[in-house]
């Protein structure tokens, strides 16, 4: 396993095909972390990118998003090693500096996206979205199945 094996997920209340296009660039990525080559090694357009990684780290990172009601969750993740030996201590304060500076770009995209949105608000535009399955009844919420046999009186 390697030393840095991090993951974040962050929802952007957003529409999920411009933060798809937004995050697709390389540019936007290299700006990021510019002490990492990132190569990509697979370009899956809405869903994501992953690379390889070489540079201060070796290895891989990848970001994929998962549409949610009226926004999309970031998935991102780095699974390297540092290029020059580190240990104890300085591992997790390497974990704890890629997390903090990834986490200050992406809440300002997140930000960026967001102005003007009250917490809570759905997003302006958006179409109230069907989660995990669920349907919606005519309250907006959950439609609650019946068990047959058992008729509400």
Not at 3 to 12: A, K, M, R
Not at 95 to 118: H, I, M, N, P, Q
Not at 120 to 148: H, K, L, M, N
């Amino acid at each position: 396993m390697p030393l840095l094996d991090i993951s974040c997920d962050d929802l952007v209340v957003a529409d999920p095909a411009y933060v798809a296009e937004r995050l697709g660039s390389d540019t936007l990525w290299r700006e990021w972390w510019p002490e990492l080559t990132l190569t990509p090694s697979e370009r899956r357009g809405r869903e994501g990118v992953r690379w390889v990684v070489t540079g201060a780290a070796i290895g891989t990172a990848e970001w994929w998003l998962e549409a949610v009601r009226d926004g999309v969750v970031v998935h991102w993740y780095l699974r390297a090693d540092p290029a020059k030996p580190v240990r104890g201590r300085a591992v997790e304060r390497l974990k704890e500096r890629y997390v903090a500076a990834y986490r200050e770009r992406l809440w300002a995209f997140k930000d960026e996206l967001e102005a003007g949105r009250a917490a809570g608000e759905r997003r302006t535009g958006s179409d109230p979205a069907i989660v995990s399955g669920e349907d919606t009844g005519p309250s907006g919420g959950p439609v609650v199945p019946q068990t047959p046999g058992k008729a509400k009186r």
